[in-house]
């Protein structure tokens, strides 16, 4: 060997032995994180001399700082970020020093991108939250230090900046650290260590600064370079979220995933959480071959003494320390969508490798990140946090938040967008009463049917306020009615008398409206019941559900198709009227959307021809496919 090649090796060996930290900058817009991150690489020497001479390029382009280099575009590579002169989406930058390896998260100021800082604060073990000396503790720094507390990061840096825009002031760095320390004392942050810095010049940056002589404490890298963050995953239970069953061959049946806490070895006794089936570990295979022992951040294949069926979503978890499973649970939610939350409204519900449909059942508050205050409310807008109960339509393993980002962190999908709408950290699981069972019936669904002489099904009509929907499913039950079927009909401003008494009509009383009326249509079903349901029910979202509720082919969307236009002409009722002077708020089609079904079974319009002539066919159609 070489003495090149033993150098190259001795110095990877180095690399690897190396600590490793991710942090992550935030805090209010333009209070120079992208400035910071560009000074670390910049004075840690790990640009290379063609970055250098761009940074110069753009810097006379797009730079803030007049004739100096604008650090911050080391990082705002957006060509927005850079016309803006801020952050808009996450940056990540690896940078090494000869004591540790770092990544950091250069995460956007603007209240609007919070979503974008919570995605960075949700991997990285610490955060420095900067405030510029000029303006101290603001709205977002305040939003920022809550959400970082609420992602378990325990120890935070509070990096006063542009202190050289104030003098380099004892007094004002005092005045801010202590209003942060107030405002987070009741966050449990493990440490807060305050630095007066200035990013732009690089003072208490690397080094200490001969600027500030009555600052005691450390500068930032040295500080970086020496905190403790372990968590020591590894000396945690075992968990490890099954992402992919491997069967190459009929001799082997292998579980892959990565241990997300725990150490596992040959011969250990685990369960499969959900299902409560023990067995005991036979393998660990690698891509270097089987080891003796795995450990937290491990990506492995594991193999089972006994036949169990596992697959992807299932967690694999020590016998000895099980997590907890459920179907209820109470968490922290940050609300990540310009699309309101609703409770009642179904998600998609992304928990380790498992995804399931779910519902927030339950707002118990929203969070005042000024004063932390809890207040109430109903719904969540974009970048609100509350906390909530959710429930699931199965029950998934999992650990509190504070014991395991990996079993205890989820995502709220929109389940027509697939877009991710919300961030969430449970906080404990909810029990149902135990005394709560389903009873076994002796007359099942199909006899009820049979005896009718029909299969059981629920005709549901949508569309605007004046469309005719009640008209036409009227008489459709009168034609089904003479002919002897049992019918049943839920109107919507019937069951508004009773049932639904108490709910408005905000999109969350909306929402929580179908939701009851669908649960009574499938009621109906279940005694064998033709229901006709005439609902404005204006959001696919909610007709989904319903549709969900019973089995493939117990659900006819009939969409009543008739232009606002005509409905507003016959407003049978007065509202449009009402609606367009502003008497009434929230009244579909006028301040409150309609979103049309996509792929109806039947499509209608009242405008072109009678009721009776619509009745008769959809009559019709009942009887081509054996309904009636």
Same mark, same amino acid.
């Given at each position: ?38 000074? /670390? ?6 640009? +290379?001399?063609?970055?250098? @001479? &761009?940074? !110069?390029?753009?810097? *006379?382009?797009? =730079? ?100 050289? /825009? ?6 004002? +760095?005092?005045?801010?650290? @202590? &209003?942060? !320390?107030?405002?987070? *004392?009741?966050? =449990? ?123 992807? =979503? ?315």
């Amino acid at each position: 060997m070489s003495a090149v090649e033993a150098d190259l090796k001795a110095y990877l060996a180095a690399q690897e032995k190396k600590s490793f930290l991710r942090f992550l900058t935030c805090g209010s817009v333009d209070d120079g994180k992208s400035t910071l991150i560009g000074r /670390l690489l910049y004075d840690t020497k790990l640009l +290379f001399e063609d970055q250098l @001479a &761009a940074l !110069e390029k753009d810097s *006379k382009k797009h =730079g803030t700082t007049g004739d100096d280099i604008d650090f911050a575009l080391l990082v705002d590579g957006l060509e927005a970020e850079r016309e803006q002169g801020i952050t808009i989406d996450v940056a990540y930058r690896f940078f090494a020093t000869d004591k540790r390896k770092f990544i950091v998260a250069d995460t956007p100021g603007h209240e609007q991108y919070t979503r974008n800082m919570a995605t960075g604060a949700s991997n990285s073990d610490l955060a420095v939250i900067l405030i510029d000396a000029r303006k101290g503790v603001l709205t977002q720094t305040r939003r920022h230090a809550y959400i970082v507390s609420l992602l378990g990061i325990r120890h935070v840096v509070l990096a006063v900046n542009k202190i050289d /825009l104030v003098d380099f002031s004892e007094t004002v +760095f005092r005045t801010i650290v @202590a &209003a942060f !320390e107030s405002f987070a *004392k009741p966050l =449990g942050f493990a440490s807060i260590t305050p630095i007066p810095l200035s990013a732009r010049f690089g003072d208490n940056v690397i080094a200490k600064s001969a600027q500030m002589p009555w600052f005691e404490g450390p500068a930032l890298l040295p500080y970086l370079e020496t905190i403790d963050v372990s968590t020591a995953l590894a000396d945690k239970p075992f968990r490890m979220p099954v992402q992919w069953v491997n069967r190459p061959n009929l001799d082997f049946r292998g579980f892959a995933g990565t241990i997300v806490s725990g150490r596992v070895r040959p011969g250990d006794v685990v369960v499969v959480a959900k299902s409560g089936r023990t067995s005991s570990v036979t393998r660990i295979v690698t891509m270097d071959g089987d080891v003796t022992e795995a450990v937290a951040g491990e990506a492995v294949t594991i193999t089972l003494a006994d036949e169990i069926d596992i697959s992807r =979503g299932d967690v694999i978890a020590a016998a000895s320390a099980r997590p907890e499973v459920t179907d209820q649970f109470a968490a922290h939610l940050i609300w990540m969508a310009d699309e309101e939350m609703l409770p009642g409204r179904p998600y998609m519900l992304k928990l380790g490798t498992a995804t399931v449909p779910a519902q927030i059942t339950d707002l118990k508050y929203k969070t005042d990140v000024n004063t932390l205050a809890h207040n109430a409310g109903k719904t969540l807008h974009l970048n609100e946090v509350g906390y909530a109960n959710l429930s699931l339509t199965q029950p998934l393993a999992f650990d509190a938040y504070r014991e395991n980002r990996d079993m205890g962190g989820f995502v709220l999908i929109d389940r027509f967008s697939n877009a991710t709408v919300g961030a969430g950290m449970i906080d404990f699981g909810l029990r149902r009463a135990t005394n709560v069972h389903w009873q076994a019936l002796d007359v099942a669904k199909s006899s009820r049917a049979g005896l009718k002489g029909q299969r059981p099904v629920i005709l549901w009509f949508t569309g605007l306020s004046g469309s005719g929907k009640s008209t036409v499913a009227n008489l459709v039950e009168r034609a089904l009615f003479a002919e002897g079927k049992h019918t049943y009909m839920l109107d919507g401003d019937n069951v508004r008398h009773g049932l639904n008494r108490d709910l408005g009509f905000t999109d969350a009383d909306r929402v929580e409206n179908i939701r009851r009326v669908a649960e009574a249509a499938k009621l109906f079903v279940d005694a064998g019941t033709i229901v006709l349901v005439s609902f404005i029910s204006p959001f696919r979202s909610e007709r989904r559900m319903a549709r969900e509720l019973v089995e493939p082919g117990e659900f006819i969307e009939i969409f009543v198709d008739t232009p606002i236009e005509v409905c507003m002409q016959r407003d049978p009722k007065g509202l449009y009227q009402k609606a367009m002077a502003g008497e009434i708020k929230n009244f579909t089609g006028i301040d409150s959307p309609y979103e049309a079904p996509e792929h109806p079974e039947l499509t209608i319009n009242t405008a072109e021809a009678e009721p009776a002539s619509h009745a008769a066919a959809i009559v019709a159609y009942l009887k081509e496919a054996g309904y009636v």
